[in-house]
């Protein structure tokens, strides 16, 4: 299962650590975003540890990725954490994007991994890309896979 243990839990809106609250907050005025946090559907907090291979540790990547991850009615928001450094934010409008099973795709055969593929406009970037949001294969990751997929498809309705 590719270089990392992953792992998915399920937290209340309320419990998201208060720096990762901040750094979001501060994200959605930064872009005028409004009130994008008003209807929470689910939030999880994803962790990827890197598998230790060989004699020095398994290679390039991060070591740790914890993310924080609050999906809406209308929104998608990502506090990615790698290493223990800043926080890294991302916003996509459910609307704007298409969501795919990463065990799905083309690319699993090659480095099997669990998570989706997330392609789009995130609300800072001025191009379409996609981004593998990493989920663990266990209850709370496939649960969250179908949230995502179901609040997706609802958006473009």
């Not at 609050?70 to 996509?92: C, G, H, M, P």
């Not at 690319?107 to 001025?126: E, L, Q, R, V």
Request: charged residues 25%; aromatic residues 8%; proline residues 4%.
């Amino acid at each position: 299962m590719g270089d990392y243990n992953r792992s998915t839990k399920e937290i209340a809106f309320a419990d998201i650590p208060a720096n990762v609250t901040q750094s979001i907050n501060t994200y959605i005025e930064k872009h005028n975003l409004g009130d994008i946090l008003a209807n929470p559907v689910m939030c999880i907090v994803s962790t990827s540890e890197k598998i230790k291979k060989g004699l020095f540790g398994g290679g390039a990547g991060p070591k740790l990725l914890v993310q924080t991850v609050i999906l809406t009615d209308r929104w998608l928001i990502l506090a990615d954490n790698v290493d223990q450094n800043a926080l890294y934010i991302k916003s996509l409008q459910l609307r704007d994007i298409t969501v795919e099973d990463y065990e799905k795709s083309s690319f699993y055969k090659m480095i099997p991994d669990t998570g989706m593929n997330i392609s789009g406009i995130a609300t800072d970037t001025p191009e379409k890309g996609t981004l593998f949001l990493p989920l663990g294969k266990d209850e709370e990751g496939e649960k969250f896979k179908s949230a995502l997929i179901e609040a997706a498809q609802n958006a473009k309705k």
